[in-house]
């Protein structure tokens, strides 16, 4: 038993990674829709390659998206929208009406007749009056009736829902649906046109002398205040209307029958061959899914996904066996591989969203901001090579969004930088519009007959491209990544920490500016991240500000607190600016990343001066060589052994006494002898090809530096 935990033990990050392999690949497997896939690949426009199919079974024919569409829009143009009619509403206004009509008529009479109270009859001036009363009231009325019973809505923009006003609209009253023309129903504003219309016809056809006094009391009237809307768009029912009637339209146009031919070997694949091919290859593929060999089908897909998902773990172990024996690496570029299917899944089931909408462009920009280029196309052909079991035009598909992601790759140098990532969107959209038009060209032989509404997702495509940022910040936090944009910031002088160093040890500042120098132009030659170099250098040496008058670029001429101190004391305080650093590193909570550099920087050398200092003076005692070693580790990155290069170059650069070209030549190379020799690269990837370069550079930068000045007289 105890055999078996300490192999657990020792084997637990291969087993981990076992894990990852196999829960990627159940979770791919799942993701794959049950059904089988055509075995034939065929494009619009060009021949058919492969032998005579004759059709094994009958199966319709079924209509492209394009016809569907077509027609879901025709039937949705000839569709009668449904209106809920409310008598109450006229009834409620015509009592309200009554009310006023008899109090404006008093004050008609007392105004301009001088009459209060009741009109008599037996009065023949008061009974043209009480005729005039009625021949009012009883227009009114039926105008206002009139109105109510076509229908008046409310608002003008419910009718402009329909797209073609010669047809009819339905009225729902009560369990009664009729049909209305279009014209007959009145908006608010057409009804009170209506019966503004109708009281001038009205007051043109009394005498003249009473002319004025009809128009002042249907003024005071105002019967548009006894408008209100009676009809209220159904919303419930016209939607369930209408989805019956988009139910109702055949999803198939025709039918072909077992042992007729489909197409010969060389035969044009045509629009109507191509329609009844795609008809086949769905009806083939959905038949061998649900079939007694579905279960063939799912041991096709485990096999699929798993070679896959080997191939990349085969490629990190050869070419990037860094990553492959971090096992945080592998599951984040596992799950990036698998939530890029599920989208592609989701995508698949919801019908509304074409698949050119998804942003694969996303997967070799994060990548490259955390790795390098070539893993990031590495993953991305892979990637879609998976995706493609899924997507509708498997070659085109593939094909597209390879452009797009090498196009992503090529032209997206610097992610801090927000301008280029906006460009990167914008010749993302142009590379996928100027391959998909080519295709289109190629297959259907006619620009009219382009689906130019790839374009806007190829658009939505390029803007989803943006989600760079966001992800990318995401993924820093969650995984421990560092992205440029992050050191870019980390690399800023102004930082707290580094605004710090300046203030409490200005010649270690100084020192740790000149280093990076070195260091960034060593990497852009043998090839690395200068950025990365850069920020790593700038923070190195931050645990000297502790005690930064015992190391020498912070110490005046006058006075060395070493000489009052053993050698061992002054090795240790020396030696611990390593610690402090890490120490004051954690607190200001840097990336592990950085902090590395501050571990690595000095190796695992000797502090020479105290060490050759103390071998000098007590020449007869056993020296114990590890209170004047660093605690180490070894650089174990390229970056970081150049870093070491660059450190002790350009410290012991500043104590040349001549600085002339055979000196620092002579300087150079010694230091870097002394940690070649030393070992102190075994760790780290770097070549002797690249430690004669960086030995090139630091020289001719150092001569640069310390270069000989014309001295001006005074």
């Known amino acids: 038993m105890n055999k078996i935990i300490s192999f657990l033990k020792d084997k637990k990050k291969l087993i981990f990674r076992g894990f990852l392999y196999v829960i990627s690949v159940l979770i791919i497997v799942y993701l794959f829709p049950r059904e089988g896939k055509f075995r034939f690949e065929f494009q619009k426009g060009k021949p058919w390659m492969h032998d005579v199919i004759i059709a094994p079974y009958d199966f319709p024919i079924y209509k492209s998206e394009s016809e569907l569409s077509a027609e879901k829009d025709s039937i949705l143009r000839e569709f009668k929208p449904y209106f809920q009619y409310d008598s109450a509403i006229a009834v409620n ?28 009859e037996n009065r023949r001036s008061h009974r043209r009056l009480i005729q005039k009363h009625e021949k009012y009231l009883h227009f009114a009325v ?26 009819s609209i339905v009225l729902m009253r009560g369990n009664v649906a009729e049909e209305y023309d279009y014209s007959e129903v009145f908006t608010q504003k057409s009804a009170y046109e209506y019966i503004l219309e109708n009281v001038n016809a009205l007051i043109l056809g009394e005498e003249r002398e009473e002319d004025e006094l009809a128009k002042g009391f249907f003024k005071d ?49 045509n629009s109507q061959k191509f329609r009844i091919l795609e008809s086949f290859k769905h009806e083939y593929e959905t038949l061998l899914g649900y079939s007694s060999k579905g279960y063939l089908v799912l041991i096709g897909q485990v096999i699929l996904i798993s070679v896959s998902i080997l191939v990349l773990f085969l490629f990190l172990f050869n070419f990037r066996n860094v990553i492959f024996q971090n096992n945080l690496n592998i599951s984040f570029i596992l799950f990036l591989l698998v939530l890029f299917v599920f989208i592609a899944n989701v995508t698949l089931k919801a019908s509304f969203i074409s698949f050119y909408f998804i942003p694969f462009a996303l997967i070799p920009i994060i990548i490259r ?38 196009v992503a790759i090529f032209s997206l140098t610097n992610v801090y930088r927000r301008s280029k990532l906006f460009l990167t969107a914008v010749f993302i959209f142009f590379g996928y519009s100027i391959v998909y038009f080519g295709i289109a060209v190629l297959q259907e032989g006619d620009i009219k007959s382009i689906e130019w509404t790839n374009f806007a997702w190829f658009a939505g495509n390029s803007g989803l491209v943006l989600l760079a940022y966001p992800m990318i910040y995401i993924f820093e936090k969650t995984y421990g990544f560092l992205s440029d944009a992050t050191l870019f910031e980390l690399s800023d002088t102004n930082q707290p920490l580094l605004r710090e160093l300046a203030e409490k040890a200005p010649g270690t500042f100084q020192h740790s500016m000149q280093v990076a120098n070195l260091a960034e132009a060593a990497i852009q030659i043998t090839g690395g991240s200068p950025l990365l170099i850069r ?76 060490y050759r200092s103390y071998i000098r003076k007590y020449p ?83 001569i640069n530096i310390y270069h000989a000045r014309i001295e001006y007289p005074k």
């Open 142 to 167: 039926n105008l206002i009736e009139f109105v109510y019973s076509k229908g008046i809505v409310g608002v003008d923009d419910v009718l402009e829902r329909v797209d073609n006003k010669e047809l």
């Open 221 to 269: 009237l105002s019967l548009n205040e006894f408008i209100e809307p009676n009809l209220s768009y159904d919303e419930g029912t016209s939607a369930r209307v209408k989805e019956s009637l988009v139910q109702e339209i055949s999803l198939t146009k025709g039918f072909v029958q077992a042992g007729q031919r489909i197409i010969s070997r060389g035969e044009l694949v």
């Open 535 to 610: 920020t790593g250098a700038l923070y190195h040496d931050i645990g000297k500000m502790k005690n930064s008058i015992y190391f020498i670029e912070n110490q005046s001429e006058e006075y060395n607190p070493h000489d009052q101190l053993e050698f061992e004391k002054s090795a240790g305080i020396i030696i611990d600016h390593v610690k402090e650093g890490v120490e004051l590193a954690k607190k200001y909570k840097l990336p592990d990343q950085i902090i590395d550099f501050i571990r690595t920087h000095h190796g695992t050398t000797r502090v020479q001066y105290f």
């Open 93 to 120: 206004q015509l009592n309200q009406f009554y009310e006023t009509f008899d109090y404006q008529w008093k004050q008609y009479l007392e105004e301009n007749f001088n009459i209060k109270g009741e009109l008599k």
């Open 620 to 702: 007869e005692d056993l020296i114990d060589t590890n209170k004047f070693s660093y605690p180490g580790p070894k650089p174990f990155s390229k970056e970081m052994a150049i870093l070491m290069m660059a450190d002790s170059v350009e410290a012991s650069s500043r104590s040349l006494k001549s600085y002339t070209k055979e000196s620092i030549d002579e300087l150079v190379e010694s230091i870097i002898n002394y940690q070649v020799k030393e070992n102190q690269f075994t760790n780290s990837p770097i070549t002797f090809r690249d430690i004669t370069q960086i030995t090139e550079i630091f020289k001719e930068r150092l």
């Open 369 to 406: 901001t955390f790795y390098d280029a070539r893993l990031a196309l590495f993953i991305h052909i892979l990637t879609l090579l998976i995706v493609g079991f899924l997507a509708p035009n498997a070659f085109e598909f593939v094909f597209l969004n390879m452009i797009a992601g090498i």
